[in-house]
């Protein structure tokens, strides 16, 4: 594509700072609480970027609880003078967290940006049924048919996809298997040790086709990203990573998407529902599939990772299966994905972690370093609207 192709906040913005906190079993750190572990967050990126946590202007995140306020109170900067908060749950609007980031500080609106993550589970969980949203979201429409967890409504699409393109239990076992091996040389990964083949199947089954190795494991995670204008990014610690392009939205009709939004196109329910959000990054970024030389993509769920590979155009429609069987996204296959164990190894933080292996992999730092990795692709999780993606280049 060329230059005049692309969105006007492309390579103006750069990450300059990662931080996070170790990782743990879900309410692991339910005494010490969410707010605690993005502050050692927030200032373990300061410190990678050669910053001042006081010179945190801006706060932006995804489905985050933490209010503005109370964070930059504890750095005690000069002032609070921006914050954003996408909509949608989970790690869908990951990536919009980022784009309001860049947009902010592209238009002057604040110098430095902080990107959060905290999840802390309880330590006991309440024997009522979970909690749902109110009553005007499709849930109630969708919970009489059983459809109660993310885990039952992805395996509906994941079925879909099987019948209508023959994806197997093999193939999502392949996605699972090759986590594990990145994970192994990852010291901050939770999951370590190696899996076959023989184990996903052995694993109990959940929801049909899904086993327990097919799911991602709730988790405690703080974690923290800092942007920053290209100007600056110039002058700091670290090497830039620069936000070449993002986008988030969704296909046509597609509502609330695997959560009761069932009126869109029968292609579109087998898929990740991202085909537009991908259309749309590579023209703001200027790039395209061929231009990339690594990928981390949400990997809540084996088949969804899938469905996902074929909306960013990593493969064909339909043929994501045989192309996880045959190597490619393995080190040292075509577009090695999720190189530090993704939200299935290393661990699920809705997607905030993938981002910073994207940064380590543009650095040169990654567990799994890709040579002269230059492009990285990152994907948000699949099914809630809005759903995102961004590019990072060098």
């Known amino acids: 594509m060329s230059t005049d192709e692309r969105s006007w906040l492309s390579n103006r913005t750069a990450i300059v700072g990662i931080g996070n906190t170790k990782f743990a079993k879900s309410g692991a750190y339910a005494e010490i609480g969410a707010e605690v572990l993005v502050v050692e967050a927030i200032l373990a990126a300061c410190e990678d970027a050669g910053i001042s946590a006081a010179d945190i202007d801006g706060f932006s995140s995804n489905a ?227 231009d990339l030389d690594v990928a981390q993509i949400y990997d809540h769920f084996t088949g969804m990772f899938l469905m996902e590979l074929e909306d960013f155009g990593l493969c064909k429609k339909g043929e994501s299966g045989p192309f996880v069987a045959d190597g490619h996204t393995r080190i040292g296959g075509s577009i090695p994905v999720n190189t530090h164990g993704g939200n299935l190894a290393e661990v699920f933080g809705h997607g905030i972690t993938h981002v910073i292996e994207g940064v380590r992999q543009l650095r040169g730092t990654s567990p799994n370093q890709v040579p002269a990795a230059e492009v990285c692709l990152v994907v948000a999780g699949s099914s809630p609207a809005p759903t995102s993606a961004m590019i990072l280049r060098k």
């Open 64 to 290: 985050a609880p933490l209010e503005p306020g109370d964070l930059a109170a504890a750095f005690g900067g000069e002032g609070l003078r921006y914050t954003a908060q996408t909509w949608g749950g989970g790690g869908g609007a990951m990536a919009g967290a980022y784009l309001n980031a860049a947009m902010a500080v592209a238009t002057g609106q604040a110098n430095y940006v902080a990107i959060y993550k905290g999840i802390v589970g309880r330590r006991r969980e309440a024997a009522s049924a979970p909690g749902f949203p109110p009553a005007n979201r499709p849930v109630p429409y969708t919970l009489p048919h059983g459809l109660i967890s993310p885990g039952h409504v992805f395996a509906l699409a994941a079925r879909r996809h099987m019948h209508r393109y023959g994806t197997t239990t093999e193939h999502f076992a392949e996605v699972a298997i090759n986590a594990r091996l990145m994970a192994a040389n990852n010291p901050n990964a939770r999951f370590r040790d190696p899996i076959n083949i023989e184990d996903h199947h052995n694993s109990p089954m959940i929801v049909d086709p899904f086993r327990l190795l097919d799911f991602c494991m709730q988790s405690d995670v703080g974690a923290a990203v800092i942007i920053t204008s290209a100007e600056r990014a110039r002058d700091l610690r670290q090497d830039p990573v620069y936000l070449a392009g993002a986008a988030m939205g969704s296909v046509p009709r597609w509502g609330q998407g695997m959560f009761g939004g069932y009126n869109m196109d029968d292609e579109d329910f087998a898929s990740a529902g991202q085909r537009t959000v991908a259309e749309e990054l590579y023209r703001n970024a200027g790039l395209g599939p061929n």
